[in-house]
């Protein structure tokens, strides 16, 4: 050994390198130039409005869209962008048990306007049965609406607890004097269905 080098051992045999295949080029970076500044600086200005006037245009705009999405949710029943007055399990569960079952307001509101045409007639024992029959469906329609009332406010307490159930009797009444065929969102699910 001379200063610190190691000289050849000649009884090893030399090793043959083998040439391996070169590893694949991983890509680095974010797969796109870098903006200039003045292209950056120009996409912020066109992301913000200029004025007040631009600034209300931009937010009616986006109202407009977003009552669209609501209309079309109302339609066809779409959880995502029901109005909150709507949206939420409580408020599905509220929807299915009003329309699992038949409920006096489908027909209350032919049987008023039944009730007005006998009261033009007349014959004053015709008007007299025509009013008997209005009082007696004004007092039949408040029992079936108490009766749905507690009936959905029962099925959410159980399931989702007291606090849920708070304000859903209201909104079980107010569905269940539409007709079926004008509820919105519409039914999921069939007269009669178990809930």
């Given at each position: 050994?001379?200063?610190?080098?190691?000289?050849?051992?000649?009884?090893?045999?030399?090793?043959?390198?083998?040439?391996?295949?070169?590893?694949?080029?991983?890509?680095?970076?974010?797969?796109?130039?870098?903006?200039?500044?003045?292209?950056?600086?120009?996409?912020?200005?066109?992301?913000?409005?200029?004025?007040?006037?631009?600034?209300?245009?931009?937010?009616?705009?986006?109202?407009?869209?977003?009552?669209?999405?609501t209309r079309?949710?109302?339609?066809?029943?779409?959880?995502?962008?029901?109005?909150?007055?709507?949206?939420?399990?409580?408020?599905?569960?509220?929807?299915?048990?009003?329309?699992?079952?038949?409920?006096?307001?489908?027909?209350?509101?032919?049987?008023?306007?039944?009730?007005?045409?006998?009261?033009?007639?007349?014959?004053?024992?015709?008007?007299?049965?025509?009013?008997?029959?209005?009082?007696?469906?004004?007092?039949?329609?408040?029992?079936?609406?108490?009766?749905?009332?507690?009936?959905?406010?029962?099925?959410?307490?159980?399931?989702?607890?007291?606090?849920?159930?708070?304000?859903?009797?209201?909104?079980a009444v107010?569905?269940?004097?539409?007709?079926?065929?004008?509820?919105?969102?519409?039914?999921?699910?069939?007269?009669?269905?178990?809930?």
């Amino acid at each position: 050994m001379i200063l610190g080098r190691r000289t050849p051992a000649t009884d090893e045999p030399d090793l043959e390198v083998v040439d391996a295949e070169p590893e694949p080029e991983l890509p680095t970076g974010k797969g796109r130039p870098t903006p200039k500044r003045a292209q950056a600086q120009k996409a912020r200005r066109n992301a913000t409005p200029k004025d007040r006037k631009e600034a209300a245009a931009i937010r009616r705009q986006k109202d407009r869209e977003q009552r669209q999405l609501t209309r079309q949710a109302l339609v066809s029943g779409d959880e995502r962008n029901l109005p909150a007055a709507h949206a939420g399990p409580e408020r599905r569960l509220v929807r299915d048990v009003v329309d699992s079952q038949f409920t006096y307001g489908q027909v209350f509101f032919g049987v008023i306007i039944g009730v007005l045409v006998l009261s033009l007639v007349p014959s004053p024992a015709l008007r007299a049965t025509a009013n008997a029959v209005g009082l007696v469906s004004l007092l039949v329609m408040a029992v079936d609406a108490a009766r749905i009332g507690r009936r959905a406010k029962r099925a959410v307490s159980e399931r989702y607890g007291e606090a849920a159930a708070r304000g859903v009797t209201w909104y079980a009444v107010s569905r269940g004097l539409l007709p079926r065929r004008f509820r919105r969102p519409p039914p999921r699910v069939a007269r009669g269905d178990q809930i």
